[in-house]
């Protein structure tokens, strides 16, 4: 597996360098040094939470079944996109859109209940904290991009004390992460607090999965993917610029601010 013209994401998956090239520090470094805003996923890349996303999704399935669909016809969907999906199929046969409305309510209700349940007791990821203190403090603007629901984010963010300017999560956003639109608006909003120095080309995307990266390369971002113990291959259907294992290896690799 190749990265795109990426000398970073080859040396940090090899865990080596050649003598030719600078170290991966060094490189990382570069990566970061003209940043003027950063972006980070929020569950298992700043904080681990417990949610069972296969039975989330099997549970989001079933009551795409009690609408009378054909369920097989949703699979391949991420959560979040079955329930967009079977709200347009519920709109598009049914001249009343009061009946997908109260599945779409209903789905993302159901959501929530889980996100609140299952991340009632996060665990900090090291290197997490530090890494958005030191970035905020050179300064750099941080946003928080997240599929889940707002009230467990803003409770994520205050357990785990991150350093935060901009949080958007699934209900502020018509279209959340792969859709670059996510981290736009959450771009736009640091634009605002920080004018004028926020531009795409020199931001960065974090997350600990391929929608984070899609996301981030679409918005024109740099992109850093956590592997988290997983192999280089989980990220092929959108390929970082940089690979690091967690927040802890990232934060190690970019040298404090003077």
Request: some cysteine; overall charge negative; aromatic content about 6%.
């Amino acid at each position: 597996m190749t990265a795109p013209n990426s000398k970073v994401y080859n040396s940090i998956v090899d865990g080596t360098a050649s003598t030719t090239e600078s170290s991966p520090a060094e490189q990382v470094q570069r990566f970061f040094s003209d940043v003027t805003a950063a972006l980070f996923d929020l569950d298992n890349t700043l904080i681990e939470t417990h949610i069972d996303f296969p039975a989330m999704k099997q549970r989001t399935l079933a009551l795409v079944a009690e609408q009378n669909m054909n369920v097989d016809s949703f699979r391949d969907l991420d959560i979040l996109s079955i329930v967009e999906a079977a709200t347009e199929l519920l709109r598009a046969r049914s001249s009343a859109s009061d009946i997908a409305t109260a599945f779409r309510n209903r789905a993302f209700q159901m959501l929530a209940e889980i996100e609140e349940a299952e991340c009632a007791n996060p665990v900090e990821l090291p290197g997490a904290r530090d890494f958005l203190e030191r970035l905020h403090r050179r300064p750099i603007p941080i946003g928080i991009v997240t599929r889940n629901c707002r009230a467990v984010s803003e409770r994520l963010i205050a357990q785990g004390g991150f350093a935060c300017d901009a949080l958007l999560a699934r209900e502020d956003v018509v279209r959340t992460k792969p859709d670059p639109g996510h981290l736009r608006e959450a771009l736009a909003i640091l634009a605002k607090l920080y004018p004028p120095a926020v531009s795409a080309d020199r931001c960065v995307m974090v997350g600990d999965h391929w929608m984070d990266v899609a996301a981030g390369r679409a918005a024109g971002m740099r992109t850093v993917g956590l592997l988290r113990g997983r192999p280089a291959s989980f990220f092929a259907p959108s390929l970082p610029d940089l690979l690091c294992q967690d927040m802890a290896e990232l934060n190690s690799l970019v040298r404090p601010e003077r």
